[in-house]
């Protein structure tokens, strides 16, 4: 079952239990669809792909994610605790994010696998690791990690 069509039976759902936050975040998401779905460039009629709603529920994890921390910091708890619901409930749609422990694991097996020494190299590890870890771990979290095994 495509991303779109889980959003939409979730949707239906989430009206007839009247749940207002979900309902917001579950139409959030199916916004992002449809936008991607008619960007221009792209062939009309073509579905999203898995890899591309990967991203977009990935990009408004981090937003709501940023938003929160933006919020606390302006002491507005109301509104950091409405992103902080939306943020859940987009991430129940996304992989299973990697531990710490996964995430070292696999970047030690790309940095073998590229041939990466020095940190000279980040760029080299980041191109590979940002593609085969789209959605499993947060960005900030891989630069970070990247950063101290090759220091």
Do not use: C, W
Not at 98 to 119: C, D, T
């Amino acid at each position: 079952m495509s991303l779109k069509t889980q959003i939409e039976s979730d949707i239906k759902q989430a009206m007839l239990a009247k749940e207002k936050d979900k309902l917001t975040a579950l139409r959030a998401i199916k916004s992002l669809i449809l936008l991607e779905e008619t960007k221009e460039g792209r062939v009309h009629g073509t579905e999203v792909t898995e890899a591309e709603e990967i991203q977009l529920l990935s990009k408004a994890a981090k937003q709501r994610r940023e938003s929160a921390e933006i919020f606390e910091k302006q002491n507005r708890q109301d509104l950091a605790d409405k992103e902080k619901a939306e943020l859940e409930i987009i991430e129940s749609y996304l992989p299973k994010q990697l531990s710490e422990a996964e995430l070292k694991e696999a970047l030690q097996a790309i940095i073998a696998r590229v041939g990466a020494s020095a940190p000279s190299d980040m760029g080299k590890v980041m191109g590979v690791a940002t593609k085969e870890l789209a959605g499993k771990a947060d960005g900030k979290a891989v630069s970070q990690m990247v950063k101290q095994l090759l220091a």
